[in-house]
C-alpha cells in the first residue's frame, strides 16, 4: 500500500515542535521540521505562555512541513493540559497564564467553598492540582465576559479553522467534565459560576475539525488526544493489562489504562485521577513531578555560571556516584513553581546548596528522588486498581535517561521497557492516520500499538537487587 503522510504539532512545556509523520505498510516514521524553545514568561501580573510566539513558529512549520512533504493530509495538535485562553469578538481577551503561576491558589479555596474536594472527585474523578482549569477560572473574573474558553490545541485549531470546540481528553483535565458521561457537566459550571457559554461543544479524537484557512490553507485539521498524555498513552506499547506506563517529560505521568473510572475514596486519598483517554478509555494515574526538577536545576545553574550547563555530561557523571542515602519527596509543593530550584531542593534534604564539584552527586539525587516517586506511584496504581502489575513501559524524553530508567527498574523490582521517545507525536499521528483510513478499515488501539511495538523495540532495563 501507499504511505500516509500527515502533520504533527506537538507542544511541550519546555519546547514545541512541527513534525511530519509517515505511515504505512510496516512504515511509521517522524521527521523534525521545526523545534522551538517554550517555557514560562514572566509579566507584570504572573507568569504567562507566550501563544503568539507559539502561533508564529506553528504556522511556519506547518508551511516547512508542506513544503517538504506536499501530500501531507492533515495536521493535529496536542499540548499540555489545563491552561486557556478566553475569546471574545476580537480573539483572546487576555495572555494565557502559565499553570505554574501562583494565582491559581487563591481558586482552590474559592471552589472548594462552594463544591468540596470529595464531592468534586465524584463528579469529576480527577487528581487535586492546584491548577487544574476550574480553580483557573475562580481567580480569573475575566471568565463571564468571554465568549468561549479554548484549550490550547484548541485555541490554535481554531485560528486555523475559525472553529471553536473542545476536545474532549484535554477537556477531562479542565475539571468540569462528567468522569461517568465525558459530557459537560453544566451543574457544576454553574455552581461555580461558570457561563455554560464559554464551554465549546466537545469533539472525540478522529473527528475533523475543519480545514485552516490562511495558517495553513485547505488542511484539514484532525482532533486527535490534544492533551499530550493521551497522544503518549497511545502509543504506549502496552500489550497487557499488567502493563503500567509512565509518560515522562516535565511531568511523570505513572499510571494505568482502564475501561472505566476508580473514584473511591482509596483512589481519592492517594490523589489518583481518571483522566479521558483516546477510544474512550480511562488514564488512571498520577502526576510526579518529573524532568522539571532536573530542567529547572541546569537552568539555574546555567544562569549563575553564564555558560549552559549541560544535561547529558551532568547524568553521564551522576551515574558514577554512589546511591544516595537520602531522598526528597519529588511531589513536594514548594518544587511546582520556576526558579531557584536547587535552593528549594537543598531545603527539603536540609543542607546547603552544593558547589559546583557536587553537582553530579546533587543530580543523582534528583534522580533517584524521581525514581523512587515513580516506583510508589506504579504500586499505588496496582493495588488501586486490583491488578498485578508486572512491566513498566517508560515513554517520552525521560526515556533517553537511562540512569532514570535504571532507578526506576531497581525500585520498583520491575522491568522497564523504555520507549519510544517520541510517544506524544507518535500518538497524534497514529490518530490521525487512523482517521484519514490509511490503516484500511479500522484499527483498534491494540493495532495502533502493535505498529509501534515494531517500529520501535524498546529498550529493556531488568531491575537489580
Ligand atoms: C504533561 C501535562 C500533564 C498535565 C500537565 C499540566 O505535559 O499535560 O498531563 O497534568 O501537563
Redesign the pocket.
Known sequence: GGICAVAAVDL??TSGRVMIGRVGDGVLELEQVARFPNGPVQRADGWHWDVEALWGHVREGLAEARRREPSIESVGID?????YGLLGPDGLLAEPFH?RDERTARGVDAVHAVVPFEELYRRNGLQF?P?NTLYQYAADPRVVDAEASLLIPDLLAARLTGRRVAERTNAS?TGLLDVRTGEWDLALAEALGIPSSVLPPLVDPGETIGVAGSGAPGLPVVAVGS???ASAIVAVPLSTPHAAYI?C???G?VGLELSAPIVTDAARAANFTN?GGVDSRVRFLH?VTGLWLLSETVRAWSEHDGVPVDLPDLLAEAATVSTPARLFDADDPSLAAPGDMPARIAALLGMPEPRAEARAAFARVIVESIADAFARAVRTAGDLAGREVDVIHLVGGGALNALLCQATADRSGLPVLAGPVEATALGNVLVQARALGCFGGDASLDDLRQRVADAFPPRRFAPRP
Not at 79 to 83: E, I, M, P
Open positions: 511541550g512545556a499540548s499540555w493540559a489545563v491552561d499553570y492540582l491548577f483535565t492533551h499530550d498524555t509518560s517529560g516535565t511531568w505521568l483522566e502526576n
